[in-house]
């Protein structure tokens, strides 16, 4: 493990910004340690880079932590501008309180933070706009004509509107501002920052900043030593973090005013043993039930299936710097077996399972000044198939908590949709004045739509074979992005993106149930940043 004793101090990174991508990069490389174990902000993102240590980007300005007055320190964040357009449907994930519909589509962040005595102030908003160009979209199933295709009727439902309304709108979000107070590693903050929980690249199970923000309190431990009082053995590194919020619903969901707000709980825990240097494992639970304020004991875990639904993850990640390589795992389960845990898991182990494994590698050259990324993940949110004997189900829905895992209607973890499958390949160049990186990527929003059609044998047999058997939602996605640095403080980003839909209706509007339906889908997208 590298020793870091000389250091460079930077303020804290927004989640999946390109300079912190970068960092993570160099934590590959062993020029750097991340911060966190498991529970990720943008206040829990420092990042310290020894002096000794040269990476591509050491003369670019990747954020400046100011001196305002004595013990008063200040970051200013931006401006920073992002565009993309979308020509056919829409396409984009893990932007906020961005929808990127079809058309144009714009957000612009900025903000600035202040540090005193253990203080941290972060007002840091994130202003959307989408045009929101009409296309075709499948009956609703909600009071929303825009609302999602299924769930509800089948006592289960998602706030995940197919479309916006039918105009282009303005979005303000308080995006990553909070107030926080830190005492050496304890911390308590109460803000809008995005969490993202577990090591995956593209799609955490529990958590990511795909939706708007909300609202929330924490409290907890931020990643520090664990050392086992009386004998002075260190045991590794810990976090903890506790927190509690509150979810919207959506203008396109139902009409019943009453149910517009769900309480968030959470707790994520990491642990680094100390006898295996890059061994982490993580765990984490969530819980939602209606806003009230007896529901509050929620925030501890307990059972009652009469009002909640729970949902856990856990899994390990293992970081090998010597050899730039890291491999990583998160398993997700929603739903309790019946009877007990051992004989309920005995009986059927892969009930309400998903699933996140990814890896990622450095590739260097031999002139040091530049190197690769290579980053692959594999996910699965599908039904678990013991369903097929009980109710139309998936992982996002719920029966009592009818919006689901959304917040303002977008899924507030996995951003690809409600139940399908990911696959995701890229390969990322870093040299001195920017970046450059291809990425494949092949995907099924929701094959539990069609699954559901065979919940308890009640589709008939033609419709097996012929309505459902071939029309799989699909999506092929294959872009190239470009990152210059043309002045040190100024970043300038693009990406084309082509998006490959098949049968993007399933199987409504087909005259041939047979063939297969296909849009073409180009996404354009620009970004222009400024470090002050």
């Known amino acids: ?50 002096r000794e240590f040269e990476h591509p980007w050491q003369k670019n300005n990747l954020g400046t932590r100011r ?81 999602y295709i299924w769930g509800y009727a089948h006592n289960v439902g998602v706030d995940a509107p197919q479309r916006f309304g039918d105009k282009h709108f303005f979005t303000y979000d308080w995006g990553d501002s909070e107030v926080r107070y830190t005492w050496k ?22 958590h990511s900043n795909n939706a708007p923000s909300y609202p929330k309190f924490d409290i907890g431990m931020r990643k520090q030593p664990v050392t086992i009082p009386g004998i002075g053995w260190y045991a590794g590194d810990m976090e903890f973090r506790l927190w509690t919020g509150r979810l919207n619903e959506s203008d396109y969901f139902d009409n019943d005013n009453s149910n517009n707000h769900t309480m968030f709980n959470g707790l994520a825990f990491g642990y680094a043993p100390s006898f295996s240097p890059g061994l982490t494992f993580f765990f984490n639970r969530v819980c939602l039930v209606p806003w009230k304020t007896e529901n509050f004991k929620y925030i501890f875990p307990q059972y009652d299936n009469t009002v909640e639904d729970q949902k856990m993850s856990f899994g390990i990640s293992y970081l090998l710097p010597e050899a730039g390589f890291e491999v990583y795992g998160e398993l997700g389960s929603d739903d309790f077996v019946s009877g007990s845990i051992f004989d309920g898991y005995t009986r059927y182990l892969l009930h309400t399972l998903a699933y996140t494994v ?37 992982f996002y829905f719920h029966h009592q908590i009818i919006h689901g895992y ?49 919940v308890e044998a009640s589709a008939t047999k033609d419709d097996l074979n012929n309505k459902y058997v071939q029309n799989w939602k699909a999506n092929f996605i294959a872009g190239v992005d470009s990152l210059f640095f043309p002045v040190s403080n100024l970043i300038i980003g693009g990406e084309i993106t082509y998006n490959y839909i098949m049968n993007p209706f399933y199987y409504y509007y087909k005259d041939d149930p047979w063939k297969d339906e296909k849009q073409h889908n180009f996404s354009l997208r620009f970004s222009v940043k400024y470090q002050f």
Do not use: C
């Open 1 to 50: 493990m590298a020793v870091f004793t000389t250091q460079v101090s930077h303020a804290q990174e927004a989640l999946l910004s390109e300079v912190e991508q970068y960092y993570d990069s160099l934590s590959l490389q062993g020029l750097t340690q991340r911060p966190y174990l498991n529970f990720r902000t943008l206040s829990d993102s420092t990042w310290n880079i020894g």
């Open 67 to 147: 001196k305002a007055a004595d013990n008063v320190f200040m970051r200013i964040y931006g401006p920073e501008l992002f565009t993309s357009f979308n020509t056919k449907a829409p396409y984009g994930q893990n932007d906020g309180s961005l929808w990127q519909g079809r058309g144009f589509n714009s957000s612009i962040t900025g903000g600035i933070r202040f540090e005193t005595r253990g203080l941290e102030l972060t007002y840091k908003p994130q202003l959307t706009f989408s045009q929101n160009l009409p296309f075709v979209i499948l009956p609703s199933n909600y009071d929303s004509e825009y609302g």
């Open 185 to 206: 590693t304890f911390t308590a903050g109460f803000g809008n920052q995005a969490v993202w929980l577990g090591p995956a690249y593209l799609n955490p199970i529990l």
């Open 358 to 394: 990814g890896a990622k590698k450095i590739v260097k050259t031999s002139s040091g000044e530049t190197y690769g990324e290579l980053i692959f993940e594999w996910n699965n949110m599908e039904m678990s198939q013991d369903f097929q004997f009980q109710w139309p189900y998936s």
């Open 406 to 454: 959304t917040n303002k209607g977008q899924l507030i973890a996995n951003g690809i949709g409600v139940g399908g499958n990911s696959q995701f390949l890229g390969f990322k160049r870093y040299y001195p004045k920017g970046s450059a990186s291809v990425f494949v990527q092949r995907n099924n929003p929701d094959n539990n739509f069609l699954y559901s059609k065979a």
